[in-house]
């Protein structure tokens, strides 16, 4: 193997969702094989690669901006190499070379073997799983993300991800369970499945599921979490959902993106249900996973929307009563159905309606919360800093306490103190004391080793 990065160092920018991280971390292990080192900044990178997102112009704009900024670092490191990776380099009707002189190299998504030829890497996956190029992160933190499926085949028609991502493509399940064994290192406690829409893995979610629990049972992995997102409502079978319910290792979590309360707008964005069709749904859900979280997603200001759809959004809200709902003003993406449409809601009324949904989500979730003080919830420790007492003599006598963070099992934040130093990666007990719309706080109860 060719070390053409010794005593050299890199760094990765990454924007946009967990697939992106993901899909950093196995640039990142490339880089790593060809001998590179990471770098703390992209000050002290001698190869910066930036990992774009361009499902939402916010995120396109940031990452161009970081590009573009790059340029400049060459003044004082004139051998820089730059790099750009992800959606923004196959992203229709964008000359990705013209708009981008000074970068070096461009790698496609689902492509890590084109930055291994350019750093002239030999073999970076001689078997297609496990190596360098592999769908498993390289990372060694309590939560493993596993790519299972990249792609979709749904063209939402506000949606570019089909068009920067391709076709649906499903990893068989013999890679994904040698990705799930090979994190079975002492520190790895959970395992995240992503994909687009892993609810139309082509070789079944539900089985897929039940697989890994046997595996993860046979070689007595210490991993206790299973999660998987994002799931698309139209796809959300029975088998699923039942094994959530049957599974102790599947999280009671379900990320169900809406997207709007109107049917009207639903159909023109080619979501493919109804809304008494997702509200019935979530019922099933919670007839039979009881005490599940669903979560959502909302776009506000999608062509077309009158006073009176925005009103049927913000009824589903309370109806359905989200745990955690992510809220978007409409953002027009180039090749998209929906771009043919008039973007006709002007910002100011998209920005009052964002707003007013916010406060609405807000409310429903704090509510939700609350129910959860006094009851005792499995928290699993991912996080954690030291808090000095107060008092000087506090101070003295108890060298300072550690503040944790963790999640239950429904992905709910906790938060809570302890002068145990050694809890990070465990799952311990905590007593909910108070509530906020996006964190639980409690108390220690006793923990689990």
């Not at 063209?155 to 990705?179: F, K, N, T, W």
Request: glycine letters at 8%.
């Amino acid at each position: 193997m060719i070390k053409e990065g010794k005593n050299r160092r890199y760094f990765i920018k990454t924007y946009g969702c967990q697939m992106n991280i993901v899909d950093s971390e196995k640039l990142a292990a490339i880089f790593e094989a060809a001998g590179y080192q990471p770098a703390k900044s992209r000050k002290e990178a001698d190869f910066l690669l930036v990992n774009t997102c361009v499902v939402r112009q916010g995120a396109e704009d940031r990452a161009v901006g970081y590009a573009f900024t790059a340029k400049g670092l060459r003044e004082h490191k004139p051998n820089l190499k730059i790099g750009l990776c992800g959606c923004i380099v196959t992203e229709p009707g964008r000359d990705i070379k013209k708009q981008f002189p000074h970068i070096d190299v461009f790698v496609p998504p689902h492509s890590p073997e084109v930055l291994a030829d350019f750093l002239k890497l030999e073999n970076p996956s001689p078997s297609g799983r496990g190596g360098v190029c592999s769908s498993v992160g390289r990372g060694e933190g309590i939560t493993k993300y596993i790519t299972i499926m990249h792609g979709c085949d749904n063209y939402c028609s506000y949606c570019v991800v089909p068009y920067v991502r391709g076709r649906e493509h499903s990893r068989p399940i013999a890679d994904v369970l040698e990705d799930v064994r090979q994190s079975g290192s002492p520190a790895v406690k959970e395992i995240f499945l992503l994909g687009q829409n892993v609810n139309s893995y082509k070789y079944g979610l539900a089985k897929l599921l039940k697989e890994i629990e046997i595996l993860i049972t046979h070689y007595s992995l210490p991993i206790t979490r299973i999660r998987f997102m994002t799931n698309h409502p139209k796809d959300m079978s029975d088998e699923i959902i039942q094994a959530v319910a049957d599974l102790p290792r599947v999280c009671e979590f379900f990320h169900l993106p809406i997207q709007h309360g109107s049917d009207r707008i639903l159909k023109l964005m080619n979501r493919g249900y109804t809304v008494d069709y997702y509200r019935k749904l979530v019922e099933k859900i919670r007839a039979k996973v009881p005490g599940a979280a669903i979560t959502g997603d909302i776009i506000v200001g999608f062509p077309g929307e009158t006073d009176e759809d925005f009103r049927l959004t913000l009824r589903i809200v309370e109806q359905i009563g989200f745990d955690a709902c992510n809220t978007l003003m409409y953002s027009q993406r180039p090749g998209t159905a929906a771009s043919k449409l008039e973007d006709d809601v002007p910002q100011k009324v998209k920005k009052e309606r964002l707003h007013q949904l916010m406060k609405l989500v807000d409310s429903v979730c704090i509510k939700n919360n609350k129910k959860l003080v006094g009851t005792v919830q499995e928290v699993l420790v991912d996080n954690s800093s030291l808090s000095h007492p107060l008092s000087l003599s506090e101070r003295e006598g108890a060298g300072g306490v550690s503040s944790y963070t963790g999640r239950t099992r429904t992905n709910k934040i906790v938060k809570f103190p302890s002068e145990r130093k050694d809890l990070l990666g465990h799952t311990v007990s905590v007593k909910i004391t108070s509530a906020l719309s996006w964190l639980l706080k409690g108390e220690l109860v006793n923990e689990e080793h």
